[in-house]
């Protein structure tokens, strides 16, 4: 039987399967073998080991469009990634680290920050500025008051999103809003497996009713909020690559190769002097640039 996994928790993965039932299942010793982990949003084969209790097991790990790591998710076509604009203030390195996370798997990334009715003007469009500049969608939206989400709803229409965001950025709010029986679905799903809900938070897919029809079906991927991401794959050397609004400039830098940090004749930073790339967003590339030039090399997987 074919299925989507909504849920795992501690070796056990909650497949919804084509029924509308959800089954608690295992997966087979042969994924293991492999080194593969199934994920939320995995499209799979099951079998029934006992309909009456709603026992399965895995048996396959369908095709998948993509994967991601942190957040541990698959098949997605966007991320929405939420911050507060105030209270708390974004931690731009955390969303910058996000950002080149999300470029890396060539995922499309809306963000969206919340807290707008007790923001500034001047608050709003700095944050418009640094990142509209880069080629991301900026949004807006009250969560309380319920503003902006009508816009947020429209880019969600069809899609399967993954919410991800730091911990007291109002993203339960936010799903509640766009999920309004995501506590009764939770809750529902945690009496069918004895297991509560708020002792460890996990990774989790919901249909979104309202935004759903024949054509096509919107999905929402809640995510453990996160206070720190641990870049992969990304050197001093190629963190420019992930400043998108840097390309324009390095044509105007004297040297070729220009890391954009202590060269001379610069066009990036004569471009951040003149105000056309945003301030916060250099002094965060520099911030990176020094932490991954300070990182050793791990040598534990090379062949001795």
């Known amino acids: 039987m074919h299925g989507r996994i909504l849920k795992g928790i501690a070796g056990f993965y909650y497949v919804e399967a084509k029924n509308e039932r959800v089954y608690e ?3 087979k010793g042969i994924f293991r073998k492999a ?3 199934p994920m939320v949003g995995d499209d ?4 029934i080991i006992d309909e009456e ?3 399965g097991n895995l048996t396959d790990i369908l095709p998948r469009k993509n994967s991601l790591i942190r957040p541990p998710v698959a098949n997605v076509d966007q991320a929405v990634i939420l911050f507060a604009i105030v209270k708390p203030d974004p ?5 910058d680290r996000f950002l080149i996370m999300m470029r890396q798997q060539n995922l499309p990334v809306i963000i969206c920050f919340n807290k707008q009715d007790i923001a500034t003007k001047e608050e709003q469009q700095e944050l418009y500025d640094a990142y509209e500049k880069c080629g991301y969608k900026v949004l807006f939206v009250s969560v309380l008051e319920e503003r902006g989400l009508d816009e947020l709803k429209a880019l969600l229409r069809g899609k399967t999103s993954t919410l991800a965001g730091p911990s007291g950025v109002g993203k339960s709010s936010l799903l509640n809003k766009l999920v309004p029986d995501a506590d009764m679905q939770t809750g529902e799903l945690s009496r069918k497996i004895d297991r509560g809900k708020n002792t460890t938070r996990h990774s989790e897919l919901f249909y979104v009713k309202e935004l759903s029809d024949e054509q096509e ?3 929402i991927i809640d995510t453990p909020g996160f206070t720190s991401l641990e870049l992969r794959g990304v050197t001093c050397d190629s963190l420019m690559n992930y400043y998108p609004e840097f390309e324009e400039y390095e044509p105007l ?11 001379p004749d610069c066009g990036v930073k004569d471009a951040i002097e003149e105000g056309k790339v945003a301030r916060v967003r250099y002094d965060n590339y520099r911030i990176l640039y020094q932490d991954l030039k300070n990182m050793k090399p791990d040598y534990s997987k ?3």
Not at 91 to 95: A, K, P, Q, R, V
């Open 217 to 219: 079906e919107t999905f």
């Open 35 to 37: 080194g593969i982990k």
């Open 91 to 95: 931690n731009y390195n955390l969303l």
């Open 44 to 47: 799979v084969e099951i079998e």
């Open 53 to 55: 209790k709603g026992l």
């Open 302 to 304: 090379k062949g001795r």
């Open 253 to 263: 830098c004297r040297f070729g190769g220009c890391s954009h940090i202590a060269e």
């Open 25 to 27: 299942c295992k997966a």
